[in-house]
């Protein structure tokens, strides 16, 4: 039906043509005749117009006139309309004039071409016309979401044109703002420039501004978020338009439009990888994601794929989020060998039988329980898992000669105060122990908080200001480091580029973050006022938490790589009989309660600190009872 439809458009747009050529050359002789065409003339008139059309058709369909969207019609298809008929005009008089020699004067093809392309111009562009045309509906009353566009630039164009032509969107574009000096004042479809970003909050009380949309793709994210800086000084509700490279092809929809997100608010620039380092030990390569369903070993998988390796095992011990993975990289339509495998880390035998079936040539162990709080209450299933599941994956990567083999680690390793971080410190442990007397290449990247990963604040804060607050907030001093799940996994693999054996990597996280600025400033980007509108309750730190977090110990110094966001921290040396002992009394220790686990660990490492509060010592009371009336 559609395509019926368009070629019953395609005919009448063919027709109408039609009638402007003999309009055109019509109006072209009465011009020249003063309106009073001479009865010997008409015969070359019709034969004109016939001849006309007929070259004209031919150069439209060359130059694919018939198949444009003439309602976005820009300087482009103007100067196509331009060539079509200045191309079919020539053919025709240079026809007439060598073969059929018809009396016809240089006015009459010069009024004619004029005419023409007026007439086809205008016609053409009346469609543009009528959708620049901005008429508020009833739906969006000029005073219901009046909306200030941050950048005059092709990108706020876009935004306007497209808010304009969405029926659905209630939000009223009232003007621009945009720092070349050179723009204030000017229009652009009605829109006055009212200056740069100094003008925002003086333009938001002057114009009831409840909206401000940043449409500024392409410039520096130091630069946004300083500009998001002083929109959190104002009352708005405030969207941003994605990045460049997030944008496919440079469209823009009003569905691109986002809201702020914490990514804006730390202003780094992307990660920029070595992508032929990275190609030589991933490409053709049988790679082993563990933990592939989680936030970070999902992202590693969606980059892995694009160095083409010749097999990707997916590892994890949840059916539904190995699932989704591997859905999710299917319909990427990859071209590569995926294989969802559901497995437990600390069943060896189970990992004997994996490494020995497919061989893997690259691991990354991304598996492991990361729950702080939950893991103060289950230490025992902390150890199985981080501890006892990661000696069981490096074992075999030594045993059945892996090439690289990349733990990712967390800061809560360093100085630890929770089980979660000891547990880490003692898997980085066994990797070193093992890495001593392995031809593998053993490698460990360490970093903080991954923005959007499962256990993250920021989606707990989104959900508290959605439903109205409160915001709770567990220290007003508390500050972390924070990166997202893409710049954690690129930097994950960059890493395992530069390994040569045992190092300990580092990502530079930027700044520290004060958590509670940061729910401050989130609350402030939706249009609420903090303590206001939206209450912030803080709850005290919980088991485990740290006011900040750190990326080494004391007896480890870094060197620079060559990428700038990775560092390299001198380990400490580890016997592999050393960690084998330590395993050991860990194995015993699992078995005896919460406080004899502990401080089992801190003998393995000394700076293991923990505050056992009432609160949680009656939590851990419950899990015990509950463990011992399900023994």
Known sequence: MNLLHRQISKIFLIFGDCILITGSILVAYALRFEFQIPSEHWTTVLYMIGGMIIFQWVSFAYFNIYRRVWRYASIGELYSIFKSIFIGTICFVLMNEIFIKKNISISSYILSFMLCLLTFGASRFMGRMYGD???????????????????????????LQELKQAANSDI????FIDDDPFK?????????????????????EKYNISTLIIAMPSVPKSEIKKIIDICKETACYVKILPSISDMVSGKISIQTIRDIDVEDLLGREPVSIDLGGIASYISDRVILVTGAGGSIGSELCRQIVQFKPSKLLLLGHGENSIYKIYQDLLERKCNIHLVPIIADIQDKKCMEKLFASYSPQVVFHAAAHKHVPLMEL?????????????????????????????MVSSDKAVNPTSIMGVTKRVAEMVIQGINNQSETNFSIVRFGNVLGSRGSVIPLFKRQIANGGPVTV???????????????????????????SGELFLLDMGSPVKIDQLARDLIRLSGFEPDKDIEIVYTGIRPGEKLYEELLTSQEGTRATQHNRIFIAQPELFLKQEIDFYIKQLEEAISSNSEEIRMTLKTIVPNFQWKVNEKEQKDVQCVQKYQLINK
């Open 133 to 159: 045309a901005y008429v508020p509906s009833k739906k969006r009353e000029p005073a219901a979401n009046r909306a200030l566009i941050v950048g005059a630039g092709s990108a706020g164009r876009f935004v």
């Open 172 to 175: 009223y574009p009232v003007a």
């Open 184 to 204: 204030k004042n000017l229009q652009i479809n009605g829109l006055t420039i009212l200056g740069g970003r100094e003008k925002i909050k003086e333009s938001v």
């Open 378 to 406: 289950y230490p025992a299933e902390a150890i199985k898992n981080n501890v006892f599941g990661t000696k069981n994956i490096a074992e075999m990567a030594d045993k059945y000669k892996v090439e690289r083999f990349v």
């Open 474 to 500: 567990t220290h007003p001093e508390m500050v972390r480091y924070f990166m997202t799940i893409p710049e954690a996994a690129q930097l994950v693999i960059q890493a395992g580029a530069f390994s040569k």
